[in-house]
């Protein structure tokens, strides 16, 4: 699963060329030679993170399995002793998920370091070349907090290293980064920040709420007009690569009064000017709470149908229905969960 293909890093691409190991990764078309390349070479792949797991690879920043984990390790609960919460911790500690291209670099330094060792002697990077495998902050999917404290010490926050001069590479990367994090902090466009409809439902008993229900809230279930059957519009936008937390009560415990999620920031740049994020705005001002995770509690999923305006979900529904197949694939299955799960 995922992205695994060099020409999509043109900076691993360039230190690949430099470095010698352009052939061997430039063969890569899948996660499955990645992990054929680790065993050849007297490494041990494994399906789940644990306290023996040295690394984490993942294909690129946006592939589903990566958002998934960015998330799962942003929502951590430090006193929660579930299986989940026991794997994000082990991965928090160790450092993040790594670009796959990771280990051909660290492999083809230790190949030429055996090179140049007149020893005859078996030699391995773990016990005999350690600093080989320990990654730049240019290495990282998704690096924690914990990780980025360690670098501190070698690395400036563009990954530079302090106390030696930059190659022209690694200049080039870094002001890469000095973009993305200007381009960040300066991003103000229109997807949500905090709504109306978060702020009364927190503040505001059932009894209050009407003050908010004027003649054009027609998804918001209180004041005069209001139907009287009707309940919280709760919508999710399919914006984002992964569709978040699954658990409504996980969600509302985590939800900030002071700003957006950070979810919002991981939509790709290709989605913010889509159809769906074009009607989120007209969605909030007729009273929908929006939410960037697909819980239990969502009403509605907004999303880019083939051939209708709106459909009543069902599990017999083919994921054909949406316009696009994959994301349609991530809903459907993310919905069946949630009947099977309410049922």
Known sequence: PGSYRLRNDAFAAAEAEEDGWAAAAGSVGEHRDVIRYV?????????????GTDFLLGGTARDAKVSNLRTLMANTDANRNTKRDAEARRLIEMGGVLKWTFVYSIVSKFLKNLDDDASGYEKSIKKDWPSLAQPRRSDFLVMSDDAKTSLQATEDEYGLHINQIASPL??????????????????????PS??????????????ERWIFGGKVQKLWPYGEHADANSSMCIMYPD?????????????????????????????????????VAAALPLARALG???????HGGVTHVLCDLRRHKALKWSSLRPPSVFSD????????????????SAS
């Open 325 to 340: 197949a994959d994301s349609g694939a991530r809903l459907h299955e993310r919905l069946v969960s949630l009947e099977e």
């Open 194 to 207: 905090i709504d109306w409809q978060s702020q009364a439902t927190k503040c505001l008993a059932d009894n």
């Open 239 to 275: 914006l984002f690569a992964d569709l978040g937390l699954e658990e409504e009560e996980i969600v509302n415990k985590g939800s900030s009064s002071t700003g957006p999620s950070p979810r919002w920031n991981d939509v790709a740049e290709s989605r913010r000017s889509g159809n």
């Open 170 to 191: 690694d200049f080039a990367r870094a002001l890469e980064e000095v973009g993305r994090q200007k381009s960040r902090k300066n991003r103000k466009r229109a997807l």
């Open 288 to 294: 929908a709470v929006v939410t960037p995770h697909l």
């Open 39 to 51: 065993q050849s070479h007297g490494g041990t792949c494994e399906l789940t993170v644990h306290k």
